[in-house]
């Protein structure tokens, strides 16, 4: 399902969050992580050196909480998490994403890209993108 109405209206504008993936064992492991609307859904950054990104490797499902600042009012999205990484497609479409998640993020355009671009790459990170099977939360009213 793509995000609508007050689901998408709420993920543009906030952005603190709270990853819950899976770990090897069936334990949840949750990641605090700056999330945007993105793509029908919503993404975040991670590396592929952290727990977060090898646990969704594994299994897709997770869960992420948006929250308001003040993290009373929030969004939950439960689905599958789609990942755009280094094994599936090239550094040019890597980049792209990630720029476009950065705005999306920011609301801003980066003052150097060159230096995003390398700074991206060396960190060896990639997109996720969480499409929702399921929303839910206080702030939907």
């Known amino acids: 399902m793509d995000i609508t109405g007050k689901t998408e209206e709420f ?3 906030r952005h603190k969050s709270v990853l819950t993936t899976f770990r090897q064992n069936g334990m949840p492991q949750m990641s605090v992580v700056l999330s945007g609307l993105f793509r029908g859904g919503a993404g975040i950054s991670v590396t592929e050196t ?10 897709r499902r997770c869960s992420l909480l948006v929250s308001k600042d003040d993290w009373w009012g929030f969004v939950v999205l439960e689905g599958a998490a789609q990942i755009i990484d280094s094994s599936n497609s090239t550094d040019e479409e890597r980049l792209t994403a990630l720029r476009e998640l950065y705005r999306a993020i920011s609301g801003a355009e980066h003052a150097d890209w060159d230096d ?20 839910y939360g206080t702030a939907l009213g």
């Open 11 to 13: 993920l543009a504008q």
């Open 116 to 135: 995003y671009d390398r700074a991206m790459l060396a960190d060896r990170r990639a997109v996720v993108i969480v499409r929702p099977e399921r929303v």
């Open 50 to 59: 952290r727990a977060k990104y090898r646990n969704l490797k594994r299994d």
